[in-house]
């Protein structure tokens, strides 16, 4: 268990971060978020879901506070919280606060009564004399191209690229769905969603399969 432990999650020991979300300093309060008010928070012996468990915090306790000690995710929530001590920038920000969102962080926490243990920080706020740090909004990516097609029966579809060409918004029939680009030797466009959708063709002419395998053909305007 140590071991799988130490392949998921890297320890921290240093001195507090000067970024708080990666490292809160010892005694900082802590409260309790995204658990429903009849629940409780989990404190395990380790930084994982696996580790046994310690004891709970309520939402809404009091004299909740960091230890000091923190577990981060290995590969970019590693790479960018170890590299905090001179601070983050927006985008370093936005990304801590992504690896929090995503259970990528845990915190070792220390309750009124005297119990110690691990809780994940994607249910634990950081406090500052009563106020709650909120995380900034993610840079938006820089748009390519903004193209339009007609599609029958199906209305209108909306083809956003961003830069790169890597990745694209494609709106029809009132939903979005982000596509990944897929290489094609003749093909201008090809793209793909997890869910089976996908995008083909060129900027006159496209075909769009839904999810369910239904195909649509779509000329520019």
Same mark, same amino acid.
């Given at each position: 268990?140590?071991?799988?432990?130490? @392949?998921?999650?890297?320890?921290?020991?240093?001195?507090?971060?000067?970024?708080?979300?990666?490292?809160?300093?010892?005694?900082?309060?802590?409260?309790?978020?995204?658990?429903?008010?009849?629940?409780?928070?989990?404190?395990?012996?380790?930084?994982?879901?696996?580790?046994?468990? @310690?004891?709970?915090?309520?939402? =809404?306790?009091?004299?909740?506070?960091?230890?000091? %000690?923190?577990?981060?995710s290995k590969g970019q929530?590693?790479?960018?919280?170890?590299?905090?001590?001179?601070?983050?920038?927006?985008?370093?920000?936005?990304?801590?606060?992504?690896?929090?969102?995503?259970? =990528?962080?845990?915190?070792?926490? %220390? %309750?009124?009564n005297g119990d110690t243990?691990?809780?994940?920080?994607?249910?634990?706020?950081?406090?500052?004399?009563?106020? @709650?740090?909120?995380?900034?909004?993610?840079?938006?990516?820089?748009?390519?191209?903004?193209?339009?097609?007609?599609?029958?029966?199906?209305?209108?579809?909306?083809?956003?690229?961003?830069?790169?060409?890597?990745?694209?918004? @494609?709106?029809? =029939?009132?939903?979005?769905?982000?596509?990944?680009?897929?290489?094609?030797?003749?093909?201008?466009?090809?793209?793909?969603?997890?869910? =089976?959708?996908?995008?083909?063709?060129?900027?006159?002419?496209?075909?769009?399969?839904?999810?369910?395998?239904?195909?649509?053909?779509?000329?520019?305007?």
């Open positions: 268990m140590l071991l799988r432990a130490l @392949v998921l999650l890297c320890l921290s020991a240093l001195p507090a971060l000067a970024e708080p979300i990666c490292d809160p300093d010892r005694g900082t309060a802590l409260s309790v978020t995204g658990v429903a008010a009849n629940d409780t928070l989990n404190m395990r012996t380790g930084p994982a879901a696996s580790y046994a468990l @310690v004891s709970r915090i309520r939402p =809404g306790e009091s004299g909740v506070t960091a230890t000091g %000690r923190v577990a981060w929530c590693y790479t960018t919280c170890s590299g905090a001590e001179g601070g983050l920038n927006d985008i370093g920000r936005s990304i801590a606060y992504g690896c929090k969102a995503k259970g =990528g962080i845990w915190y070792e926490v %220390r %309750r009124k243990g691990w809780a994940s920080a994607k249910f634990l706020d950081l406090a500052d004399d009563g106020m @709650v740090i909120e995380p900034p909004p993610p840079p938006k990516p820089e748009v390519e191209a903004r193209l339009s097609y007609s599609c029958g029966s199906a209305g209108k579809m909306k083809v956003v690229i961003y830069k790169g060409g890597k990745t694209a918004d @494609v709106t029809i =029939g009132g939903k979005t769905y982000l596509v990944v680009r897929k290489e094609h030797l003749v093909l201008r466009f090809s793209y793909a969603a997890g869910d =089976g959708a996908r995008l083909r063709g060129g900027t006159e002419l496209v075909e769009w399969r839904w999810p369910g395998g239904n195909k649509v053909t779509c000329t520019g305007n």
